[in-house]
C-alpha cells in the first residue's frame, strides 16, 4: 500500500484580517457568499494578499486541485493500492475517499471544498468521500499514517534515482509513506527529517506538487503492483 | 527525444449550430463576449450539447489544460527533451513551446486559448509559445513529427509494461513519437494503427489522458534520460 500527503498545502478559508479588503468584498459580492465563506485564492485575491503573512505562497486551491487528479486517476488508485491525505498550513487534514471521483471543473473543486470547511464532511449516496479533521499537525498526522518505510521528497535531500531506490525497499518493506510538500516555494515549516526515515530528492531543481506524485506513483507502480 | 501528441482532443468554438441556444446566450452575456468568441466546454454548455452530434465526448478544455499541466513541467520538459503538440477534432494543431508557463487557473487558460483561435498565435515577449495551424490532419502531423518509433496508446492495443517496452527500444531507438486521445470516452476516429509502429495498452481499463502521460514521461525519464 502507499500512502500520499501533501503536507502544508496552501488551503485555507479568507483569513480575518483581510475580508474587508475591497477586492475581497466585491469579489465575495458577485459570488453571493460572505468573504469568510470563500477559499484563498492568489488568483483572484492576491491584491489583498499582499499585506498579509506569506502571501506569496499562500492560497494555492489549483495545487491540491490538480494533485488530486493525478493522484486519483492513476493506476495505482483504480487498483485500490493508493491512501490520499491533504494536510494544510492550519493543520486540518482532508482524507480523501479512493472512489471520489473529483470534478475537473475548478470552479466547482472551490465550491466542494467550501462546503468541506463548513461542514466537515462531503457525502454521497454511499459513503462519506471527504472528511475533514481539525488539529492534526504533521507529527501526529505521519504518526497514524505511518507505513514500513517513510519518505519524505525535498530538492535539499539525498539525491536518489527513484526506481532503483523503491526497487530497494521491494521485499523489506509492504507499506510506503510518501510526504510531499503542497506549497508553490520554499520548504516545509517543520523538520521533515526528524518525522521520516529519509529525505529524497529526485530531481535537482524545484518540482510541481504534480509531477512528484507522478513520479512517486509510476515507480511505485512499476515496482510493487 | 521525447514527442507526445495529444490527439483528437476536444477542443472547439461553440459550434454554429448551438450559438443560439439560451443557456449558451446568457452565459455569452455574462463574459461579455459573443457565442462564436467562446471554447465549448460541457461543464457549462451541457444543456445546449445535448442535441449536437457526439455531444457526450465534445467540450473538454480541461482534459488539455490538466495535460498540460502535467507535461510541462515534468522533467523531461525541463531537461528539454520534449516536444508537445495537441490535435483537435476540428484538424487544428497547437505547438506548445517548452518554456510555456501555463496559467494554472481554469478561467484564464480558457482566455488563452480562446485568443489563440482568434489570432493564430499567443507572443511573449520573447517568442511564441503557442502556435495555432488549421487543416492539418493526424496522418499528416504523425507523417510531419515522426520518430524512430511511433507509438499509438489505446485500452485495446497490445498489454505492455512500459518500463520494459522503452527499455527495449532503447539503443535502436532515439526519437520516440506517443499519441495519446485527448477525449473523454471512445476510440479514436481514425485507424491508429495505419499511422504508426505499435499500438499499445498500459492497462486494461480506460485511463484519463493525463495519467497516460504521466506513464509515459516518467518511464521515459527512467530509460532515457
Same mark, same amino acid.
Given at each position: 500500500m502507499l500512502t500520499v500527503i501533501l503536507a %502544508? *498545502?496552501?488551503?485555507?478559508?479568507?483569513? %480575518? *484580517?483581510?475580508?474587508?479588503?475591497p477586492s475581497i468584498v466585491s469579489s465575495a459580492k458577485k459570488q453571493n457568499?460572505?468573504?469568510?465563506?470563500m477559499l484563498l485564492d492568489s488568483n483572484y485575491h492576491h491584491k489583498a494578499m499582499e499585506n498579509l503573512s506569506e502571501g506569496s505562497r499562500r492560497g494555492r486551491p489549483d495545487i491540491v486541485h490538480v494533485f488530486l487528479l493525478t493522484v486519483l486517476e492513476s493506476i495505482a488508485n483504480i487498483e485500490d493500492k493508493l491512501k490520499v491525505v491533504v494536510h494544510t498550513r492550519n493543520d486540518e487534514v482532508i482524507y480523501v475517499d479512493s472512489e471520489t471521483r473529483l470534478m475537473r471543473n475548478y470552479g466547482r473543486f472551490l465550491g466542494l471544498i467550501e462546503q468541506l470547511f463548513k461542514k466537515r464532511k462531503v457525502p454521497s449516496e454511499k459513503k462519506t468521500l471527504l472528511k475533514l479533521q481539525e488539529d492534526k499537525n504533521i507529527n501526529k498526522l505521519v504518526e497514524e499514517e505511518k507505513g514500513d518505510f517513510n519518505i519524505a521528497f525535498s530538492p535539499y535531500g539525498k539525491q536518489r534515482s527513484l526506481s532503483r531506490y523503491f526497487e530497494s525497499l521491494k521485499g523489506e518493506c509492504e507499506d510506503v509513506l510518501c510526504l510531499i510538500g503542497?506549497?508553490?516555494?520554499?520548504?516545509?515549516?517543520?523538520?521533515e527529517s526528524k518525522i521520516v526515515d529519509d529525505v529524497v530528492s529526485i530531481y535537482d531543481k524545484e518540482l510541481v506538487a504534480w509531477t512528484v506524485a507522478s513520479e512517486v506513483l509510476v515507480n511505485y507502480e512499476n515496482v510493487f503492483l
Open positions: %502544508e *498545502s496552501e488551503l485555507e478559508m479568507i483569513p %480575518e *484580517s483581510i475580508r474587508s479588503h457568499k460572505k468573504p469568510g465563506e503542497g506549497f508553490p516555494e520554499g520548504d516545509f515549516h517543520f523538520d
